[in-house]
């Protein structure tokens, strides 16, 4: 790819100077990796910043190329699913993404998603850990038409308070790890 894309591309989508020069300041293959998934998605300046510093970050760590990331087999498959609409294409790839520079972080996130779904609660009711676990709180929302819906939900709420799972999330909110 030239240089010249890129800096067409960065100027079309109104980039910052420096987000430009840090993009251009990448080896070839590393660059033209990124402007092709820039390209296929039309991705803008605060996802690719999002993307550009989890990339420079896995690479430093692992020791790899930013081409090598972006030709995993999760991040192709993403891009090349017909049924995601484009947001959703990077949504997904910058979870992806996401994932990979903060593997415990995503493994206590799915510990969460375990443990709220052990708890077999009802559609109406979503317990959720908040994005990055930020905060360590537990976010509960239901839905409910009548007041008999809402003593029920808040009853099989009070219900599962109680509950290891339950017990362990907090533990796991609180920067204490799944138990094993």
């Known amino acids: ?11 079309e989508k109104g980039f910052h100077s420096k987000t430009l020069t840090r993009w251009l300041e990448w080896e070839p293959a590393d660059k033209d990796a990124l402007f092709e998934l820039a390209i296929a998605l039309k991705v803008g300046e605060n996802h690719m910043r999002d993307l550009m510093d989890w990339l420079e970050e896995i690479t430093l760590r692992d020791q790899c190329a930013v081409h090598e990331i972006l030709a995993q087999k999760a991040l192709v498959d993403i891009q090349s699913d017909p049924r995601l609409s484009r947001a959703d294409k990077v949504k997904r790839i910058k979870e992806q993404v996401r994932r990979l520079r903060f593997p415990r972080l995503s493994q206590v996130e799915d510990s969460i998603r375990t443990r709220i779904q052990e708890l077999r609660l009802p559609s109406a009711v979503r317990l959720a850990a908040p994005p990055g ?7 509960v929302e239901f839905s409910a038409s009548n007041t008999e819906e809402l003593r029920k939900f808040a009853a099989q709420l009070a219900e599962v308070a109680g509950h290891e799972s339950v017990k362990e999330i907090f533990r796991m909110l609180a920067g204490h790890g799944a138990e094993n």
């Open 1 to 11: 790819m030239s240089d010249q894309w890129i800096c067409e591309y960065a100027r």
């Open 133 to 139: 676990l930020e905060g360590g709180y537990l976010h």
